[in-house]
């Protein structure tokens, strides 16, 4: 069974750009959250989706979207950056009826707006 | 709204310490509170769970309690080891939300 997997690994854009990061959820886990953890900070909630719907989003303006794909891989987007989204950005799954208690998180997508 | 913080925000001690680490939040509301692991660069790895109706979980040389009504929880290591150097964050759930602290850095000097 393989873990949570996030793509790319490094990301360096600039200002003004859009950037897309990519989650594969653990098999048969059908929940999935994204999360910004800046430097030095704790993961701050951006949304979650569940069975392809938004379910949930923190305070994060729309310039912050995202899907949730049928197989429940997802990706985040991010319009128009800025240089405070240089960040570490975290995806996590969770199994069917546990996302409050239990989230197995990847390895993160490490986002440098220049 | 929920605001979780941890202290210290770093922590050095020498191997075969126990030690405490601090976690309190402003919302007694709290479904749970986690504690997770966080290696340099790495998602996050979950330690212990404590429902929001249980006073403490312990796995192996780790006991984490909490007291609700006075919004705090605490980690106890024993014996620390090197390996257990790493960030340790504690996370409580609101509403259907995480809310994460900034924190504990601990480096366990051999």
């Known amino acids: 069974e393989t873990g949570v997997t996030q793509s790319p690994t490094h990301l360096i854009k600039t200002r003004g750009q859009q950037v897309t990061l990519r989650c594969s959820s653990q098999s048969g886990h059908n929940t999935v959250s994204w999360y910004q953890q800046a430097l030095g900070q704790g993961p701050q909630f951006i949304f979650q989706y569940y069975r392809e719907e938004e379910n949930g989003r923190g305070n994060f303006p729309p310039r912050f979207s995202g899907l949730q794909f049928p197989n429940y891989s997802s990706e985040l987007n991010v319009n128009a950056l800025e240089l405070d989204d240089s960040a570490l950005y975290l995806c996590?799954?969770?199994?069917?009826?546990?996302?409050?208690?239990?989230?197995?998180f990847g390895p993160g997508t490490r986002l440098t707006v220049l | 709204k929920q605001e979780v913080t941890q202290i210290p925000a770093a922590l050095s001690v020498p191997e075969g310490e126990n030690l405490v680490l601090n976690c309190s939040f402003t919302d007694s509301a709290i479904y749970n509170l986690q504690w997770f692991r966080q290696d340099p660069g790495k998602g996050l790895t979950s330690l212990l769970l404590i429902q929001s109706s249980q006073r403490e979980q312990t796995s192996g040389r780790l006991n984490a309690s909490l007291d609700k009504s006075s919004g705090r929880s605490t980690l106890y290591i024993a014996a620390s080891q090197p390996g257990d150097s790493a960030t340790y964050l504690c996370?409580?759930?609101?509403?259907?939300?995480?809310?994460f602290g900034t924190g504990t850095s601990l480096t366990v000097i051999p």
């Open positions: 996370a409580v759930v609101t509403g259907n939300q995480f809310y």
């Open positions: 996590a799954s969770s199994p069917p009826g546990t996302e409050l208690d239990t989230q197995y």
